[in-house]
């Protein structure tokens, strides 16, 4: 499928904490989860946030009115209602002890353009959710936008 280039997005969650602690203790790793079930570390920042940074690519398609299909390693889902995985992998045995999905499905074509056109990044702010949410609204907002350099 060829694509419209790439897009970077950035997830923050406040708390490495699974959502559903208190019900499954399971040691558990804490990331952003890519297609082949590996969990990709996030970058604690100076305000106790963790920050998931990924690159998706943007699917060419016929209907420019279509929602945006996006391509790469973090997408999961259909190709019209994407989205990706804050997961809390089990260490000592298979499988997780919860997942957190962002909708994908909230970023429309004028978001990504202009993420594209400044070099900025879209970013969603996941804390407080709790597990799944493939319905709940994710609030997607441009942030790290490059400043021109004067001539």
Request: charged share 30%; with cysteine.
């Amino acid at each position: 499928m060829k694509d419209q280039g790439s897009l970077k997005l950035r997830l923050l969650r406040d708390d490495p904490v699974a959502p559903s602690a208190a019900d499954d203790p399971s040691p558990c790793r804490f990331g952003l989860q890519d297609n082949k079930e590996a969990l990709h570390d996030g970058v604690l920042r100076e305000d106790g946030v963790y920050a998931f940074d990924f690159t998706l690519r943007v699917a060419a398609t016929q209907d420019e009115t279509a929602p945006p299909v996006f391509l790469g390693p973090f997408a999961f889902g259909r190709p019209q209602d994407r989205f990706v995985y804050l997961s809390w992998q089990r260490t000592g045995s298979p499988g997780y002890v919860n997942r957190i999905k962002a909708r994908l499905a909230d970023i429309d074509r004028e978001m990504i353009r202009a993420a594209q056109e400044s070099g900025g990044v879209l970013e969603a702010d996941m804390s407080g959710r709790k597990a799944g949410g493939g319905k709940v609204p994710v609030v997607w907002r441009l942030v790290d936008i490059p400043e021109q350099e004067q001539e």
